[in-house]
């Protein structure tokens, strides 16, 4: 597929995918469908370990979604891009490799809702983040009101969505939005580092991992711990866990295979 409005580098086990659609880095039917087919493609590419999630510029990381393809919509259609939005959005979430946010501005609306598809996220110290989707008579359609609450308590979230104000960084990593808060010029960098770090992990425990927390954070205590305790045998099972052991032992560097 040709991206119109994603650029992809790849370096060391690391996929860096930029969304550059100015001004804004807006979401529109074309971006989401390009976000869904290139974590299509990242997801199978034995290469690719870790991905991080940027916006081109200097000023957003994704400034909402394009009200201009939105406001002639009617009921159907906008069932339709709802829906194309939820497909792109879950496909980040549910990837078997860890993906971070490096945001690097504005991060409003669907681009909030984006961030927090995101396993980690690293903000600019201009970040700002809102849910203005009130103030346009509507709401969140893009997961937000079920992805923050899950973060900050249903309390806090509702005061996010009900009033659609922005909040800066240091906010935001008060509420544990954001994981680390960097200057401006190296929330790439620093994005990248961990993304090089995470890369160098045993590929199938990490993905255990995920699927541990993911999946537990939606059941009840008890079927999390039996989800928990699959994931475990899944990765004691395998080459990398006995690899991971020898190198404890041998106090030498493991030398993952993903198997």
């Known amino acids: ?14 996929a860096v995918v930029t969304i550059d659609h100015e001004p804004g880095n807006k979401l529109n039917t074309q971006v ?5 087919q290139l974590m299509g493609e990242l997801e199978i590419n034995p290469e690719v370990k870790a991905i991080v999630l940027t916006g081109a510029g200097d000023e957003a990381f994704v400034a909402g979604a394009d009200i201009n393809e939105m406001v002639d ?21 549910n990837l078997t490799k860890p993906v ?28 700002q983040f809102a849910f203005p989707e009130i103030n346009l008579g509507v709401i969140p359609g893009g997961g937000g009101t079920q992805r923050i609450q899950k973060v900050v308590g249903q ?18 990593y008060e509420l544990q939005i954001v994981n680390q808060i960097v200057p401006h010029d190296q929330v790439l960098a620093t ?29 009840d205590l008890e079927s999390a711990l039996t989800v928990e305790a699959a994931c475990y045998d899944g990765a004691f099972a395998t080459e990398d866990r006995r690899e991971g052991m020898a190198a404890r032992l041998e106090n030498r560097t493991p030398k993952y295979i993903g198997k």
């Open 73 to 93: 919509l009617d009921t159907v259609g906008m069932m339709n891009l709802t829906q194309i939005t939820r497909v792109s959005f879950s496909r980040i979430e």
């Open 191 to 219: 994005a990248k580092e961990w993304a090089f770090e995470l890369a160098e992990k045993a590929p199938v425990a990490l993905r255990m991992m995920k699927a541990a927390v993911n999946t537990g954070s939606n059941v």
């Open 155 to 172: 309390g806090t979230a509702k005061e996010l969505l009900y009033f659609g104000k922005f909040i800066d960084a240091q906010r935001a």
């Open 100 to 127: 971070i946010a490096a945001i690097n501005g504005e991060a409003r609306g669907g681009g909030f809702e984006l961030a927090l598809t995101c396993d980690l996220r690293i903000a600019s110290e201009k970040a």
């Open 1 to 14: 597929m040709n991206y119109q409005y994603l650029r992809c580098e790849i370096e060391n086990k690391v």
């Open 32 to 36: 989401y469908q390009e976000i869904t």
